[in-house]
């Protein structure tokens, strides 16, 4: 099975601050990664998919990018509707696997 | 509008069985693929099952022989037969429907509690 590892699993950060984080898959999973926000109480919402296209209605502060095994997820300039939890998912291969997620926290 | 309505969760006993279903609207179905996502509480997202147009079926190692997925095209809905139940089947269950390889909507879950 693929694993896919996010980091960091906490992200304490401010309204207004550039963000990345980091997604790596344990093998070659070429273009083949999606990005998911989920709120407490709420199912899970897809940003992004195939690493860099952004899904309809996702504000262009999101950006993903990377191949291969290594992706980030970045958000420009934070906003107080980003404090969520982030996870990365990859769709190379049966099973599909997630990271164990992101954190992002209000300093 | 696409719209996912999950049910059938419940509390069960360990080794007992559950029938999920997924209502799906907005969309055609037939023309698909759709899975099943967990949640464990607390915990992060699990994926569990897809069920492609074609018919065909993929699972995670944990419920292989255990959960079965099926979908009726013609009732638009989605299942998940869930038997030999455990405790670490406990979680709220997601279902979504595929969007190349990814999954771009989602239910609001149906919470299946395992216990005795």
């Known amino acids: 099975d693929i694993q896919m590892t996010q980091s960091p699993s906490t992200l304490s950060a401010s309204v207004g601050d550039r963000v990345t984080i980091t997604c790596r898959a344990s093998q070659n999973i070429r273009y083949n990664l999606a990005w998911y926000q989920q709120k407490p109480g709420k199912a899970p919402k897809l940003l992004v998919s195939?690493?860099?296209t952004l899904q309809s209605g996702v504000p262009s502060r999101f950006s993903g990018s990377g191949s291969g095994t290594e992706f980030t997820l970045t958000i420009s300039s934070l906003q107080p509707d980003d404090f969520a939890t982030y996870y990365c998912q990859q769709d190379e291969r049966y099973p599909r696997t997630f990271g164990q997620g992101t954190k992002l926290e209000i300093k | 509008e696409v719209q996912l309505l999950e049910s059938g969760g419940g509390l069960v006993q360990p080794g007992g069985s559950l029938r999920l279903s997924c209502a799906a609207s907005?969309?055609?179905?037939?023309?698909?693929?759709l899975s099943w996502v967990r949640q464990a509480p607390g915990k992060g997202l699990e994926w569990v099952s897809t069920?492609?147009?074609?018919?065909?079926?993929y699972y995670a190692d944990s419920v292989k022989g255990r959960l079965t997925i099926s979908r009726d095209n013609s009732e638009n809905t989605l299942y998940l037969q869930m038997n030999s139940l455990r405790a670490d089947d406990t979680a709220l269950y997601y279902c979504?429907?595929?969007?190349?390889?990814?999954?771009?909507?989602w239910g609001q879950g149906t919470l299946v509690t395992v216990s005795s």
């Open positions: 069920i492609l147009r074609t018919g065909d079926t």
């Open positions: 195939k690493a860099s």
């Open positions: 907005g969309f055609t179905f037939s023309d698909c693929g």
């Open positions: 979504a429907k595929d969007f190349g390889g990814a999954q771009d909507y």
